[in-house]
């Protein structure tokens, strides 16, 4: 109202307001102005246990972290990291109009630094794209001994995940997802096409 101004923080994504005015005690009177204001990147990661340090039979341990300004995208899906942080516990709201606690809080580490030990290659690079992939004649001797064996579904589904205990069935399930076929196009027979992936 009399054109004053101050600045604020945020704590915990909410913006406390000043609620009276120094100059003119009016209350509630003061308004956010966007082009003022001053924003930093921030990043959720959830890092997962390596397969190396699972013991037999247990499921991988996660744990969420967060990043702030140049640490944002210094890692990426796949990459073996070490991380230096604080690990905080967070209060979680029973209903989002209420400021009523839960009883469990929920944990998390606050990312002082980040170490990459081993990046994923994910992506092909364009030259090795055209390059042909060639394979031995003793690798080629074992691929067909195992296209003939009765038994290749079990041997590939005991292979997937072996440090994970029975689930056969979602094992099953995972594995046809990971081969594919031919997609067939039968448009001039006045048939429709056939895709080439299985549905799970």
């Given at each position: 109202m ?10 915990k994504g909410?913006?406390i307001?000043?609620t ?6 009016s209350?509630?009177?003061f ?13 959720f ?6 397969p190396e340090?699972i013991?037999?039979g247990e ?8 990043v702030y ?5 210094n ?7 070490e ?5 905080r516990a ?12 839960r ?6 580490v606050?990312v002082v630094?980040?170490n ?6 994910f992506l092909?690079e364009e030259e090795?794209?055209?390059?042909e992939v060639t394979f031995t004649?003793?690798q080629?001797?074992k691929?067909?001994?195992l ?9 590939l589904?005991?292979a997937?995940?072996?440090?994970i ?6 094992k099953k ?10 997609p ?7 048939r429709?096409?056939f895709?080439?992936d299985?549905?799970?």
């Open positions: 009399c054109g004053v101004s101050t600045e604020a923080q945020i704590d909410r913006i307001e000043p009276n005015c120094k100059r003119c005690q209350r509630h009177s308004e956010l102005v966007h082009n003022l204001c001053m924003f930093t990147d921030k990043q990661i959830k890092l997962q246990e390596t340090h013991p037999e499921t991988p341990l996660n744990v969420n972290l967060i300004d140049d640490m944002v995208d890692c990426k899906p796949g990459d073996k990291i991380i230096t942080g604080i690990y967070q209060g979680l709201r029973a209903s989002t109009n209420k400021r009523i606690l009883s469990v809080f929920k944990t998390y606050d630094s980040i990459s030990t081993h990046r994923a290659k092909i090795d794209q055209d390059s004649d003793d080629r001797k691929f067909h001994d296209a003939e064996n009765p038994r290749l579904y079990d041997i589904v005991d997937l995940a072996p440090s205990w029975e689930y056969e069935e979602v399930g995972v594995l046809c997802q990971l081969f594919g076929g031919t067939k196009n039968f448009a001039k027979n006045s429709d096409r895709r080439n299985i549905n799970i």
